[in-house]
C-alpha cells in the first residue's frame, strides 16, 4: 500500500522558523514531525509518496529516496492548493488501489494508524469538545461516516485529524473548495460524495493527535513527547 504524505505547506504560523525549515522537519523531541510519521507508518505501508511545495528540496535533501525500507517518492505541488489540490496532483504516482494519506507535520499514533490501515476505506476522528465553529463528522450505528456536518462551540463531535484511508474512487469527486477559502480544495470535504454514492467509510477513533500548526501547539507537543520518552527511559 501506498502513503502519501501532504509536506506541502508554508507553515505561516509557525514564521519566522519555518521561513528557514519546512513546518513537516521543524525539531521536536530529537526528530520532527514527519520523521516521527515515517517511523510510525503501518507494516503494509511498502512505499512513500511526499508531496511537497515550500522548501520542498529541504525535506528531500533530509529524506532521500529511502526510508525504513521504503522508496520515497516526491511529488512537488504546484499551486499550492489544499489538500484535495495535493492529493490530485499526487494521483499519477499511486500505484495501489487503496492508499493511506496523512498530514506530515502532525503527530499520530502508531496503533491509531495500523488499525485505520487494517481495513479501508477508513477515516480516522477524534472525539473533542470544541472550542470553536468546525465542521465534524456525522457517525451512523455501524461506526462509518455518514456526513460531514457543522457543529457548534462547546458540542463535543468527532472531528477529522487528517488520516485517511482512500481508493481510486476518490478522484471520482467534484473539487470541493476549503470552506472560506477561495483558492484552496479540500479532502475531507469531498467525502461524502462517496458516501452519496453508497460507497461505506469506516470511522476508527484515535487515541492521540496533536497539530503543529502554531508557537504554542509545538511547545505542548515538545512537552508530551519528552514526558513519553522520559516514561519510556524509566
Known amino acids: 500500500m501506498d502513503a502519501i504524505l501532504l509536506c506541502a505547506g508554508k507553515g505561516t504560523r509557525l514564521r519566522p522558523l519555518t521561513d528557514r525549515i519546512p513546518k513537516p522537519l521543524v525539531p521536536l523531541a530529537g526528530s520532527s514531525p514527519l520523521e516521527r510519521s515515517l517511523h510510525i507508518l503501518p507494516a503494509r505501508i511498502d512505499r512513500v509518496i511526499l508531496v511537497v511545495g515550500h522548501l520542498g528540496h529541504v525535506i528531500q535533501e533530509r529524506i532521500g529516496s529511502y526510508s525504513q525500507g521504503r522508496d520515497?517518492?516526491?511529488?512537488?505541488?504546484?499551486?499550492?492548493?489544499?489538500?484535495?489540490?495535493?492529493?490530485?496532483?499526487?494521483?499519477?504516482?499511486?500505484?495501489?488501489?487503496?492508499?493511506?494519506?496523512?498530514?506530515?507535520?502532525?503527530?499520530?499514533?502508531?496503533?491509531?494508524?495500523?488499525?485505520?490501515?487494517?481495513?479501508?476505506?477508513?477515516?480516522?476522528?477524534?472525539?473533542?469538545?470544541?472550542?470553536?465553529?468546525?465542521?465534524?463528522?456525522k457517525i451512523g450505528d455501524d461506526g462509518s461516516l455518514q456526513d460531514l456536518i457543522p457543529s457548534v462551540p462547546g458540542a463535543s463531535a468527532r472531528i477529522n485529524i487528517g488520516a485517511y484511508v482512500l481508493d481510486r474512487r476518490w478522484f471520482g469527486t467534484s473539487p470541493v473548495r476549503v470552506p472560506g477559502k477561495t483558492d484552496e480544495w479540500?479532502?475531507?470535504?469531498?467525502?461524502?460524495?462517496?458516501?452519496?454514492?453508497?460507497?461505506?467509510i469506516r470511522a476508527q477513533q484515535a487515541s492521540f493527535w496533536m497539530p503543529v500548526g502554531t508557537p504554542e501547539e509545538l511547545a505542548s507537543a515538545e512537552a508530551v513527547l519528552a514526558k513519553s520518552l522520559e516514561a519510556k527511559a524509566g
Open 72 to 137: 520515497v517518492v516526491y511529488v512537488e505541488q504546484k499551486p499550492l492548493n489544499g489538500t484535495g489540490g495535493a492529493l490530485r496532483q499526487a494521483r499519477m504516482h499511486i500505484r495501489s488501489e487503496l492508499f493511506l494519506v496523512m498530514n506530515g507535520d502532525d503527530l499520530y499514533d502508531q496503533e491509531d494508524l495500523r488499525k485505520l490501515a487494517a481495513d479501508g476505506p477508513a477515516l480516522l476522528t477524534l472525539e473533542r469538545a470544541l472550542d470553536r465553529m468546525i465542521d465534524s463528522w
Open 186 to 200: 479540500s479532502l475531507p470535504h469531498a467525502i461524502p460524495q462517496l458516501i452519496a454514492d453508497g460507497v461505506r
